[in-house]
C-alpha cells in the first residue's frame, strides 16, 4: 500500500490525500525512490537549498554540488542494480506517433555528428516499418545526412552480438577477462597518469590563489594597488578558486572509478554468466549489457548496401568476436596442452 494510505491505517495523519485504490503509487513517488542514491549505503548532503531564509520552497542543487558519503550505512540495494536502474531511467523511451516505443531509444548514436538517432516508423506499407535516422539530418538536412537504419536489423545484430560475447564469456572465461585487463591495463595508465596530472594541477593553483590573494592584499597596503584593483582581483581569483573547489572532488571521483575497473570487470562478467541462453532481447537485457551503438553512413560497395554499425558494451566498451578458424585453432592447442599436462601428472 501506499505511504499515505498505511499512515491512515495506523491512525497517523497525513497530509497527503489516500489514493482511489490503496496500491495505486503516484509516478513520482516511484521516480523519487528509484533516484535515492541513499538506498545504496551512501550519505547525501546538500541535495537542495532554499533561495532564503525567508522562503519555505527547496531548490534542487546540481548533482556535482553535492557531497557524498559513501558506504555510511548498509545498503538495501546493491550499486550494480542501482547503475543499471539509473541508466533505464537515463535513456527513457518515449513512443513515437503510432504509439510504439522501441528498447533502443536512446542509445543509438550518428558516427559522424554524435548526435543521437531518433525514433520512427513509416505508414506506407501495410506493416509498419520501424526505424532510426540522424537527428542532426531531421533539423537540418545539409548539417548530416540520414544514417537510417531499420530497428529489425538493430535488433538482429544486437542479438547475434550479445549471443557470441556470452557464448565466449562462458566457454573462455579466463581468456575474455585476461584480454580485458589488458586493454584495460594500457588505457587505465593513460587515463590515470591524466587525471592525476589535472587533479594536481587544480589542487596547486588552488594554493598559488590563497598566495596572490595574500601578495595583492599586501601591495595594497603599500600603496602599489588599488582598494578598486585589488577588489576586482579578489573577486576574480575566488570565483576561479570557487569553482577549482568543486572540480576537484569530480576529479577524485573520477579517478577512483577509473580505478575499479577491474572489479566491474569481474562483475560483468558474473552477469553475462547469469544469462544461460539469450533467445530474444529485453528492454532489461539491452540496457544492462548495451552502453550505445553507433551506426555509420551507409555505402555502396559492388552495387549492394553495406553499413557499419558499432556495439560498445557496458563496462568492456567495443568489443569484436575472434574469427571461427582462430577460435578452433587456440582451442585445439588448449586442448593438446592439457592433456600433455594429465600425462605428467599420471
Request: glycine share 4%; proline share 4%; net charge positive.
Amino acid at each position: 500500500m501506499t505511504p499515505s494510505e498505511y499512515f491512515q491505517s495506523v491512525g497517523i495523519n497525513c497530509p497527503t490525500k489516500p489514493p482511489a485504490h490503496p496500491c495505486n503509487w503516484s509516478s513520482g513517488t516511484v521516480a523519487g525512490i528509484l533516484d535515492r542514491q541513499e538506498y545504496v549505503g551512501d550519505t547525501i548532503n546538500f541535495r537542495t537549498c532554499r533561495q532564503s531564509f525567508k522562503l519555505k520552497k527547496q531548490l534542487d542543487r546540481p548533482q556535482e554540488e553535492w557531497k557524498v558519503f559513501p558506504d555510511t550505512h548498509p545498503a538495501i540495494i546493491d550499486r550494480e542494480t542501482f547503475t543499471i536502474v539509473q541508466n533505464l531511467r537515463q535513456h527513457r523511451r518515449r513512443p513515437n506517433r503510432t504509439g510504439i516505443v522501441s528498447m533502443f531509444s536512446g542509445l543509438l548514436y550518428c558516427a559522424d555528428c554524435g548526435e543521437k538517432l531518433y525514433y520512427g516508423s513509416s505508414k506506407s506499407s501495410k506493416q509498419p516499418q520501424a526505424y532510426f535516422f540522424c537527428s542532426s539530418y531531421r533539423k537540418n538536412s545539409n548539417v548530416c545526412s540520414a544514417h537510417y537504419i531499420r530497428e529489425s536489423v538493430v535488433g538482429q545484430l544486437v542479438l547475434e552480438g550479445l549471443q557470441r560475447l556470452l557464448w565466449y564469456i562462458q566457454v573462455y572465461e579466463k581468456r575474455f577477462a585476461q584480454e580485458q585487463m589488458e586493454r584495460f591495463g594500457l588505457q587505465e595508465k593513460k587515463e590515470l597518469t591524466a587525471k592525476r596530472r589535472e587533479l594536481d594541477k587544480a589542487k596547486q593553483r588552488v594554493a598559488e590563489i590563497d598566495q596572490l590573494i595574500q601578495k595583492s592584499y599586501e601591495d595594497m597596503t603599500k600603496g602599489l594597488l588599488s582598494e578598486e584593483r585589488f577588489a576586482t582581483l579578489t573577486v576574480s581569483l575566488e570565483n576561479e578558486q570557487r569553482q577549482l573547489k568543486v572540480d576537484i572532488p569530480a576529479l577524485e571521483n573520477s579517478l577512483n572509478a577509473t580505478a575499479d575497473k577491474a572489479d566491474d570487470l569481474q562483475k560483468f562478467i558474473q552477469r553475462a554468466r547469469q544469462v544461460t541462453r539469450l533467445t530474444e532481447l529485453t528492454p532489461e537485457i539491452v540496457h544492462e549489457f548495451i552502453d550505445k551503438i553507433v551506426v555509420s553512413k551507409p555505402e555502396k560497395i559492388d552495387g549492394k548496401r553495406h553499413q557499419q554499425v558499432d556495439i560498445y558494451y557496458s563496462t568492456i566498451g567495443l568489443w569484436t568476436a575472434p574469427e571461427p578458424e582462430t577460435l578452433e585453432r587456440e582451442y585445439m592447442a588448449y586442448y593438446q596442452a592439457m592433456q600433455k599436462r594429465k600425462k605428467r601428472t599420471a
